[in-house]
């Protein structure tokens, strides 16, 4: 198997834990928080296609979805355009909700193919590239992608645990 075919599996899981948790969901489920304070559906979803939006663009060199494409705009959330919802307040996550999940799965969707056209053409070499050397030891473009692929799983099996819950 090769780097590219591995990482385009990992990807594609994603695909399919987000994919099985806005199936048969209401967007007032979708938006609602556990215990008034957790993170929603909407937020984790959102949040979880942000962050690999943002780090797939940092690593291919070009502007996020969320910003090129207009979806921020498209929204409409409370929040600058740059923002990824790391560190959100709890009125930050609040801002984060959505009248219908159409569009939610299409940002989902649009960034899901950005990553697996990004990582269709990588090789070994290029996996070692350096791509941040704020990190001691520096790290490289495939532990930057398997950092990606893990925090969206957690994020998505934090999302799909809340779908479970009752309300």
């Known amino acids: 198997m090769e780097s590219s075919e591995l990482l385009t599996d990992a990807f594609g899981r994603i695909d399919g834990i987000v994919s099985g948790v806005l ?10 928080r556990p215990g008034g304070v957790g993170n929603s559906i909407t937020w984790l979803v959102w949040h979880l296609s942000r962050g690999q939006d943002e780090q797939i663009a940092d690593v291919a060199g070009h502007e996020s ?11 409409g ?4 355009p740059a923002d990824h919802g790391y560190g959100h307040s709890s009125e930050q996550v609040d801002a984060v909700r ?33 791509v941040d050397r704020r990190w001691d030891p520096p790290v490289t473009l ?26």
């Open 65 to 75: 979805i969320w910003v090129r494409d207009g979806y921020a705009a498209k929204f």
């Open 142 to 167: 495939g532990v930057r992608l398997v950092s990606i692929v893990d925090d969206c799983v957690q994020h998505g099996g934090q999302a799909a645990y809340v779908k479970g819950l009752p309300r």
């Open 23 to 32: 199936d048969d969901l209401m967007p007032a489920k979708a938006n609602w």
């Open 98 to 130: 959505v009248e219908s999940l159409d569009l939610l799965r299409e940002y989902h969707g649009a960034v899901l193919a950005q990553s697996l056209e990004y990582v269709s053409g990588l090789d070994s070499e290029a996996l070692n590239r350096v």
């Open 77 to 80: 959330f409370a929040l600058e």
